[in-house]
């Protein structure tokens, strides 16, 4: 496998879990901040 | 009775937090009469607060009551997966600020050693070939994909 493949494959990993780490971090925030209430 | 923390969040943004007094047998807790006439005036004109308590370590939510104390709710924190493996990547599932700064500075390590990767491609290749062009332009690639990756995990809240 063409190691020059695997660099970027990597680094794109790396971009896509730091963006779903942001993701899931804000989305807790605003649940926290606007909190459902129930009715 | 015991004494524990009580966090008032608005909507609007607006925390109040206080000590409160916690009934374990009744499972309530009791605010100050202080308090009480705070949460009275403001809530003419704010929506309800989400109310909550440190008890025995542990944030729960509290529930408002018409007498104006509260009763003990469902502990606030998020849904933990059921999965051995799930459990293991709750860190990607609900990542801390701290935990998203360390992923950053994981980011700027991988950055850093692409960079350095690069320059010693760059100085150690004589003939540039289509192989060697390829590996020097994935390594600038990833510097550059992992320096912006970890700039934006280091950007607060």
């Known amino acids: 496998m063409d190691v020059?493949?695997?660099?970027?494959?990597a680094a794109l990993a790396l971009y896509g879990l730091g963006a779903l780490m942001d993701r899931n971090a804000g989305k807790a925030l605003r649940e926290r901040r606007y909190p459902?209430?129930?009715r | 009775m015991e004494i524990?923390?009580?966090f008032v969040e608005y909507p609007s943004g607006m925390t109040i937090t206080d000590r409160a007094s916690y009934l374990r047998d009744a499972d309530q807790v009791y605010p100050s009469e202080r308090l009480e006439a705070i949460l009275r005036d403001i809530g003419i004109t704010e929506a309800p607060p989400a109310v909550s308590a440190v008890i025995d370590g542990v944030n729960v939510?509290?529930?408002s009551r018409i007498d104006g104390c509260f009763s003990v709710g469902e502990t606030v924190?998020?849904?933990s997966p059921e999965s051995w493996f799930a459990r293991r990547l709750l860190f990607f599932y609900a990542p801390t600020k701290d935990q998203?700064?360390?992923f950053g500075r994981f980011c700027h390590t991988i950055a850093a050693a692409a960079f350095l990767g690069a320059v010693g491609v760059w100085h150690s290749t004589q003939f540039w070939t289509v192989e060697s062009v390829k590996l020097e332009a994935s390594l600038?690639?990833?510097f550059v994909i992992t320096f912006v990756r970890g700039m934006h995990s280091f950007r607060g809240e």
């Not at chain 1, 020059?4 to 494959?9: C, D, H, R, Y």
Request: avoid cysteine.
């Open chain 1, 4 to 9: 020059s493949f695997l660099i970027v494959g």
């Open chain 1, 36 to 38: 459902r209430i129930p």
């Open chain 2, 4 to 6: 524990v923390e009580l």
């Open chain 2, 61 to 63: 939510r509290l529930d």
């Open chain 2, 77 to 79: 924190a998020l849904s």
């Open chain 2, 100 to 102: 998203r700064q360390q």
């Open chain 2, 140 to 142: 600038i690639v990833g």
